[in-house]
């Protein structure tokens, strides 16, 4: 089946480590997003990516890096520049950039200890 | 700058009633799409419905129906006959091309937190 598959589920970070969590979509899309998503603040974007090898930041880059080197991929890292990193981190993907039906993975919940 | 308002952080009703999740918009461009998204407690958003900017009808699918009024600048969502199942966070969003380039992003509201009870 066609998706996009977002691991681990859930991921637990020390404090000064960074994390890279995974987002691989086999649904031929160009389009690749990261959102975080904190309780009763809605979605907000950290990066996106158009095509392979092009990435943009969104509202809330700091802290975070990722790469695109495979259209099918697209990995956030979560460095210790990131100071609240706790949070729920949902990737999605889209075939039409300019008004995007985006289709999300299931998240993945990473919390510091 | 583009934002989306969902003042009502959270709604309960009973299994059967209808209810309404208001969903109000901001933003400069004349083209845009509108985006309604149900997020269930296993966390994936699920896609509802996108509107564009030119496109007024409202939209009824099955229980769900949709008013978009640009006088307004609104986009609300309505659940008939509602039932335990359609408890979840629902995401009202907006879409326009990011300035500089050919990719549209997402921008979100809130949410709402509905809860239907038996």
């Known amino acids: 089946d066609g998706g996009i598959t977002q691991s681990p589920k859930y991921l637990f970070r020390k404090e000064g480590q960074n994390v890279t969590l995974s987002c691989e979509q086999n649904?031929?899309?160009?389009?690749m997003y990261w959102y975080r998503q904190d309780p009763g603040q809605g979605l907000r974007l950290i990066y996106y990516?158009?095509?392979?090898?092009?990435?943009q930041k969104g509202d809330i880059a700091e802290g975070y890096s990722v790469s695109r080197e495979k259209k099918e991929s697209f990995p956030l890292t979560v460095t210790s520049a990131q100071k609240n990193p706790t949070a729920f981190y949902l990737c999605?993907?889209?075939?039409?950039?300019?008004?995007?039906?985006?289709?999300f993975g299931q998240g993945t919940r990473l919390t510091v200890v | 700058a583009q934002k989306v308002t969902q003042a009502q952080t959270e709604i309960s009703v009973v299994e059967k009633e209808d209810v309404t999740l208001d969903c109000v918009y901001e933003?400069?461009?004349?083209?845009?799409?509108l985006f309604w998204y149900k997020q269930p407690p296993s966390g994936e958003l699920v896609f509802l419905i996108r509107?564009?900017?030119?496109?007024?009808q409202n939209e009824i699918s099955g229980r769900y129906s949709w008013n978009f009024q640009k006088s307004t600048s609104s986009f609300n969502f309505t659940i008939t006959a509602s039932q335990v199942v359609d408890s979840a966070v629902y995401f009202c969003?907006?879409?326009?091309?990011?300035?500089?380039?050919?990719?549209?992003?997402?921008?979100f509201g809130r949410g709402t937190q509905l809860t239907v009870w038996p």
């Open positions: 999605a993907s889209t075939d039409d950039p300019q008004g995007p039906e985006a289709f």
């Open positions: 649904l031929n899309h160009d389009a």
């Open positions: 990516s158009q095509i392979v090898n092009d990435f």
């Open positions: 933003t400069r461009d004349t083209t845009y799409y």
């Open positions: 509107r564009n900017s030119f496109d007024e």
């Open positions: 969003a907006l879409s326009d091309l990011d300035r500089g380039s050919t990719l549209g992003r997402l921008y």
